[in-house]
């Protein structure tokens, strides 16, 4: 558990992984927006090459053609130094082929903005089947309240409270059960779970 294995397509999956030796991995909201931008761009069957793009605001990055996607991505939370995302594998592989262009293209960006060379993460990514119903449901409410707030801005969690942000078109919110009949009843529930969030263990 915890590394990863073959995965199957349909699956539930939370993804994490940290910066190696636990380093900073976003230093600045550039960082954060462009690995937003490439979790929109990597999650495609067309290959999009953001050099092309300098200058572009991310909502503008994220109107860009990109084929079909590899996964469904579900939920996502952006911390200093690791990142979660909770995906559905759409085709064998998927995954795979996702997180390798996602990792690969935002160390090549960090390390030539930071003018460093190596690797970037710790490893491999590691996953974790969500294969039971109360589990899933679980880990929505981990990723979004890892920041300790329901309003941290890198994260998926305004875009189930209806807020109208461009960074919703990274999510297929359909992919995944209907929890929370409305935006209300989402942020009661984190609200909820943030009360005694500190017993809430999943790593990293």
Request: with cysteine; aromatic share 14%.
């Amino acid at each position: 558990m915890g590394v990863r294995g073959t995965l199957a397509p349909r699956e539930y999956y939370h993804i994490y992984n940290r910066g190696t030796d636990k380093r900073k991995i976003f230093l600045a909201k550039k960082d954060y927006e462009r690995f937003l931008a490439l979790l929109y761009l990597s999650n495609g069957t067309e290959a999009v090459h953001i050099s092309n793009y300098q200058g572009s605001t991310l909502m503008e990055l994220l109107e860009l053609e990109r084929g079909e996607p590899l996964v469904d991505i579900g939920a996502y939370c952006l911390m200093l130094n690791h990142f979660h995302l909770l995906v559905r594998q759409r085709e064998e592989n998927g995954v795979s082929k996702f997180m390798q262009k996602l990792t690969t293209g935002y160390t090549m960006y960090f390390n030539k903005r930071n003018e460093r060379t190596g690797a970037l993460f710790q490893g491999k990514f590691k996953s974790k089947h969500a294969g039971e119903d109360r589990y899933l449901k679980y880990l929505i409410a981990y990723l979004h309240l890892n920041p300790g707030t329901p309003n941290y801005p890198y994260s998926s969690c305004l875009d189930y409270m209806d807020r109208g942000r461009a960074e919703e078109k990274l999510l297929n919110k359909k992919c995944l059960p209907e929890y929370f009949p409305s935006p209300k009843d989402f942020l009661a529930e984190m609200k909820e779970w943030l009360s005694y969030r500190s017993n809430i263990k999943v790593e990293p």
